[in-house]
């Protein structure tokens, strides 16, 4: 056993030897790209990335060469000799080159909808430089302008103001069947109304199998309770067409919640009334 140990220290070590000596160009804490890209450089020294202590060869900041490869060949034919160049690339190779690092964080990204879309990481993520996006949300209103004109309703979630962003309720990073809030995936709208989970006695069926979007419009409404229609009534009657008799006397003016007032599920009344 004693043997097999040391026989996998020297492999680590001459693997270690390798990368500090032969992977990487330049010295610890040198980045040697600046002395051409020096733009590019002094962008990037700005943005998350470089503020991270180096894991690999390098002792300093994240080098260029973690993404781009070993540099040293490129160096010495000033140029001449090619990297690899991700600007070009199909969106699963920017993907790959990001996943290295991030795989641990963002598991499930080849299952996300983003991705089989066809979209890169840059899409989103700038690399380079330091985004200049105050919200993160911004990025996503690029495509999702449908979306963004649902907040500018009367009612609405606080994005605009700040106080939520798109990513407090969805992944992006993560399959379409978690980043849709129906059915039993509206655990996400529990984080902040925690006081609808439950369990209760006496479930609201569209609640519990359509979720909280059976109702409401999580991201606008002209309805103070951001609910899919303007009138109470005419949201009930959306899925209630039968009703009582005596519920005739009610038009689309009538607020059903003043009777059942438990609509997110009771603890007393099979009918919601408390």
């Known amino acids: 056993m004693r043997s097999k140990n040391v026989v996998m220290l020297i492999v680590a070590a001459f693997l270690l030897f390798l990368a500090a000596g032969t992977v990487y160009a330049g010295e610890a804490k040198e980045n040697p790209c600046m002395s051409c890209h020096e733009d590019a450089a002094k962008a990037f020294s700005k943005t ?3 503020a991270l202590d180096g894991k690999l060869a390098t ?11 070993c540099g040293k060949a ?6 001449d000799a090619p990297m ?5 690339g199909t969106a699963i190779t920017k993907a790959d080159a990001c996943l290295d690092c991030h795989k641990t964080t963002t598991p499930g990204h080849f299952s996300s909808s983003h991705a089989k879309a066809g979209m890169a990481c840059t899409d989103c993520h700038s690399v380079h430089k330091k ?9 996503c209103i690029k495509c999702h302008g449908d979306v963004w004109s649902k907040f500018q309703m009367t009612e609405h979630h606080r994005l605009k ?7 407090s309720c969805h992944n992006p990073h993560e399959s379409s069947t978690v980043t849709r809030l129906g059915g039993f995936k509206h655990e996400a709208c529990f984080k902040c109304h925690t006081d609808k ?3 209760f006695l006496f479930e609201h069926g569209a609640v519990r199998i359509e979720g909280c979007e059976a109702c409401h419009d999580p991201h606008g409404s002209v309805n103070r309770h951001m609910l899919n229609y303007q009138h109470v009534a005419d949201m009930c009657y959306s899925c209630h067409i039968t009703v009582p008799g005596w519920h005739s006397r009610f038009n689309q003016q009538a607020n059903c919640t003043v009777c ?15």
């Open 48 to 50: 998350v990335h470089s």
């Open 84 to 88: 690899v160049n991700y600007k070009d």
């Open 131 to 139: 985004s200049k996006m105050a919200h993160a949300s911004k990025g």
């Open 260 to 274: 059942h007032l438990a609509i997110h599920g009771s603890n007393l009344s099979e009918g919601l009334i408390k």
């Open 74 to 79: 490129h160096i010495e034919a000033e140029g």
């Open 59 to 69: 002792k300093g900041k994240v080098s260029c060469q973690m993404c781009h490869g």
């Open 161 to 167: 103001e700040g106080i939520l962003g798109c990513t």
């Open 197 to 199: 989970q439950g369990p």
